[in-house]
């Protein structure tokens, strides 16, 4: 990847590692194990591309995304010609419909269940491919599981564990961001596409300071809990 000029490194800080685990996430074929009883997920979905003129007929869905992975597993889904459902906070639906999102959900909709299998259901057509959770926590694990029972099955990307016991008809992961999977993207698809604003570096930063002394001020700030950004301290 060469970031392009236009782009300073507050703003394409975030990048790449979202991208590399949203790819993860998505695009793996085949599930392989990591550790005893841990999986990676197999989505199978095809590596985005910067051949945007074509439709993949698959409905991905992506709980907490305006996480930095969630939102830019929207971008590169949309770059695959994969239709993706958003489930977000109130106030971010707007970025996650920026960012591609067919339809965004409020995470806190009383119906929040059946409002995403519906809208599921309403891409008449299409096969539906699976859940990224790239926030993995017992409330949205909740949801992607009473989800998928409503669909009848499917696939689980998680960007935690795992719980020991998950249905049969539910093939849950872990991704795991540190492999080859994504390397054909910086190749042909990510400087093309940032320079060309198909790919966009969201959710917007938010700058802590500028020095290693606010990396611990920044560590505190993300676990009281952000959302719709990305927390990036300087070095100057």
Known sequence: MIRPDAIDFVHGAGGP??????????????????????HTPALGLPLPSVQRDFKLDKTLVVNGASASTGIMAIQVARAMGVDVIAIV???????????GACAAIDRAAPSLVNQVVDAVKALEGNEFAGIFDAISVETTLATNLAVLDQLGRGHLALTHPPPQHIPQNVQAGIIFAVNNVATPCWRTYVTAT???????????????GNGLEWVQRGSEMSKAGVSGTKLVVELD
């Open 194 to 208: 940032l320079e060309g604003g198909q790919l966009q570096c969201l959710p917007p930063p938010l700058v802590v």
């Open 17 to 38: 590692f979202a991208l590399k685990a949203a790819v993860c996430a998505v695009c793996v074929k085949e599930s392989s194990s990591l550790i005893p009883g841990v």
């Open 89 to 99: 906070g109130a106030a971010n639906i707007p970025l996650a419909m920026r960012a």
